[in-house]
């Protein structure tokens, strides 16, 4: 069984800048792609960022592109999403999520339990 435990988030002005980690408990972290995701109230959740097994690709959503960085260290077990620049329509939860393969195609098959994110205004 796969867990993964997010970390990092908070409130935040707008402006400002969060980092995201997200630890992996289980085996064989290094060898599946890495994501992120996020659902703010009323809407459906969406693709933030995501990072191939070596972390050689990296795919950024256009809302967060030039904003974010996502890297691992498969060391470590763990994720991270660097977000600068924060508006408030970046408040959401944002969730870290298992690919089923090296890279990212089809749907992930774990998720995290999520992290909250609020940028005030």
């Given at each position: 069984?796969?867990?993964l435990v997010e970390s990092g988030g908070g409130m935040v002005?707008?402006?400002?800048?969060?980092?995201?980690?997200?630890?992996a408990a289980g085996r064989?972290?290094?060898s599946y792609a890495m994501g992120w995701f996020r659902q703010?109230?009323?809407k459906e959740r969406e693709f933030v960022a995501g990072i191939s097994w070596d972390g050689g690709r990296t795919y950024y959503a256009n809302s967060v592109k030039g904003r974010c960085v996502i890297s691992r260290n498969n060391a470590k077990n763990t994720v991270y999403l660097q977000m600068n620049s924060l508006n408030t329509e970046d408040t959401a939860v944002y969730?870290?999520?298992?690919?089923?393969y090296t890279e990212i195609r089809?749907?992930?098959l774990y998720w995290g339990q999520g992290?909250?994110?609020t940028v005030s205004s």
């Open positions: 069984q796969v867990q002005q707008a402006g400002g800048s969060l980092r995201l980690s997200c630890a064989s972290f290094s703010a109230p009323g969730c870290c999520a298992r690919f089923r089809d749907s992930p992290t909250q994110v």
